[in-house]
């Protein structure tokens, strides 16, 4: 069993910045990539940032050079620094992960709860 559990998120005003944590464990083997998604009310969950094990980045365009990700391999961790946030940047954040699983093996997708992030105009 493998459990993510994010923290961070909150209010804050448009401009401002928060940092977005997720760690993962369990019965972890190896993870591959983590990410960050998030979903808007009345909208579908998108991408926001994903990182693989070996640091490679991909992000949305919408947060191109305002967010960026980062990865804690030895804790299992996630992070997103968000800077310079706008109110459309409000959303539910979920983190996941691509892992492999300790005892079976099995490569699986894992997500976390999510955390709110409001940002006010």
């Known amino acids: 069993q493998v459990q993510l559990a994010e923290s961070g998120g909150g209010l804050v005003q448009a401009g401002g910045s928060l940092r977005l944590s997720c760690a993962a464990s369990g019965s972890i083997f190896r993870i591959n990539v983590m990410g960050w998604y998030r979903q808007a009310p009345g909208k579908q969950r998108e991408l926001v940032a994903t990182?693989?094990?070996?640091?490679?980045?991909d992000y949305a365009d919408s947060v191109k050079g305002r967010f960026t990700i980062s990865r804690d391999s030895a804790k299992n961790a996630v992070y997103l620094q968000m800077n310079s946030l706008k109110s459309e940047d409000t959303a539910v954040y979920y983190c996941?992960?691509?892992?492999?699983?300790?005892?079976?093996?099995?490569?699986?997708?894992?997500w976390g709860q999510g955390t709110q992030v409001t940002v006010s105009s």
């Open positions: 990182i693989t094990s070996g640091g490679s980045t």
């Open positions: 996941a992960a691509d892992l492999i699983e300790l005892h079976w093996g099995r490569q699986r997708d894992y």
